[in-house]
């Protein structure tokens, strides 16, 4: 077990309590490698747990105590302290007082604002356990009496008519409110829409480029119900993380949507916004890309057999990952000993050995890289070696003779020109061990079914593209998310003697530009603007995707 998962994790808690078995634990993590899902709501996906067992077990991981309520541990003279309104807000009963001390069952443990609140009323202070979700609502029925029928969701606005508001009002749960704001989205070309709680009310705002216009508010007292539809829905359980992201379908005009849902943990509750999933999957080869043959054939020439040290260059960690690998699929391997190093590559994809590396260990890349040795290994994939001394050690090996491709988190070729002109200044010997340099943005292309010129200037002077404003509303082609695709663009950049001496000499990446300007060459800012005036991508997707 000790190899599947880590100390204090989620598996580790249930499989010693003899709650799931290694057995299981194989299975859970084959299914979140094939959904992307996290590890325990795989459990609960394959009908292993309960979602009341993955709340046990975070409680342990948590460090919260976990309670299994009853209307004989509750303290009836406790609940009296906090009213039935706080109480139902955020989901949370009394169980009892000692002194200046209140012990609570809280279903969100983490929410700091229902704590504080807790604590200014009854001038106590609050300790917290986790609850099963249908105990606790059994108990604030029971202590508080049932909802009232005539309290309504709370949802204001002057986007719907009065009939529509009714409907949403009448439910509680929060779930007419949902498919309302999805179909207020879908009709009116909104990119997304977003849920914002704060100062005791929730903001529901739609975006549409950079604009954010405000769609109604409703009270956070009604939030919880709401939250909790979206997560049953995504199949989002129990997740204490600060970010999670799910999935759900949504019939419009018989076309079946993927929406999701990604939520972020706030004070007041999780901040969410709901948008339409792209089909954006990663290319399986350089043909796919559609590349120009010379950049293709560049890219393939950096995996030639020989020394050097090739860097794959983006923020994007996840699609630097996959960079790595579609380079090594795309290269010539037969009869090279091939190894790759760390936690991001290969991941069963591709048929070479791979060493686990943990991301706060740098120092692990040298003791890795020395045990290698005896292995004679003549080309070397590390997801990262972003870290001064990470790429030092990269290098070293690779002026050793062996090829080397590597990650770098920079953005962008100027960010990795700036990288090599830092390790320049320590290591004069540097432009010998570098054989090339890919770098890469990708990008969303709107859909050219409905893809249309919202004319007027761009914002902005000096820009590109001035007069041209493009954007796709959504239509069938596009199952009305507006994308045609997902596009990249990449800087190829093989290293000669004359671009080595250049590096050798310069003080500015400017200079390193400079050269291979002369020599015609045209990066990914030139060709968003080409993309950008020819109306394939919009000007928000040209501005978060030209590298800084």
Known sequence: MNDLVKKGALGTILCSSGIITNDDIRRALDE??????????????????????????????????????????????????????????????????????????????????????????????????????????????????????????????????????????????????????????????????????????????????????????????????????????????????????????????????????????????EMITISIRPDLTFPSGLEEMGLDSDTAASFRSLGAPGAGLVLFVSWNRGERDRFLDLFLREIDTAGRNVVLLGNGIGKGTLAFPRIPLQPEAPEELETALAALRDHAPNLLAIDDVSADHAFLTAWKTAMQGTLVVAGLSRDGLGGAFEQLLQQLRVNRSLPAGIRGIVSFASVKTLCGSCRNNSGGEATGQGQPGSGADFHAPGCPACRYSGFGGKKYLLDVVPFDPALREVLATARERTELFSHLEKKGFRGIPEKLEDMLRGGEISREEYQAALPQ
């Open 32 to 269: 979140q490698g094939t959904s992307g899902c996290r590890f325990g709501e795989a459990l609960v996906k394959l009908g292993i747990v309960q979602q009341e067992d993955i709340d046990w077990a975070l409680s342990n991981q948590l460090d919260i105590p976990y309670v299994r309520l009853s209307e004989k541990i509750i303290d009836r003279s406790a609940t009296q302290l906090i009213p039935a309104e706080l109480a139902r807000k955020y989901n949370l009963i009394p169980i009892i007082r000692t002194g200046d001390e209140i012990h609570i069952a809280l279903a969100d443990p983490l929410n700091m604002a229902a704590v504080a609140q807790v604590e200014e009323i009854t001038g106590c202070t609050v300790t917290v356990s986790i609850p099963i979700i249908r105990e606790l609502r059994e108990m604030l029925d029971l202590f508080y009496g049932p909802e009232r029928d005539d309290v309504t969701f709370g949802f204001t606005s002057n986007c719907f008519s009065a009939g529509i508001l009714e409907k949403i009002n009448s439910d509680r749960s929060g779930a007419h409110l949902l498919e309302y704001l999805v179909l207020f989205f879908l009709q009116n070309g909104i990119a997304s829409i977003s849920l914002q709680p704060g100062g005791g009310t929730v903001k529901v705002s739609g975006r549409r480029g950079n604009s954010f216009r405000e769609i109604g508010r409703f009270p956070v007292s009604s939030y919880p119900e709401l939250v909790t539809c979206i997560r049953k829905i995504t199949r989002i359980h129990g997740s204490r993380d600060l970010a999670s992201r799910g999935e759900f379908l949504f019939r419009y005009r018989e076309i079946d949507i993927t929406l999701q849902a990604s939520l972020v943990r706030a004070v007041e509750g």
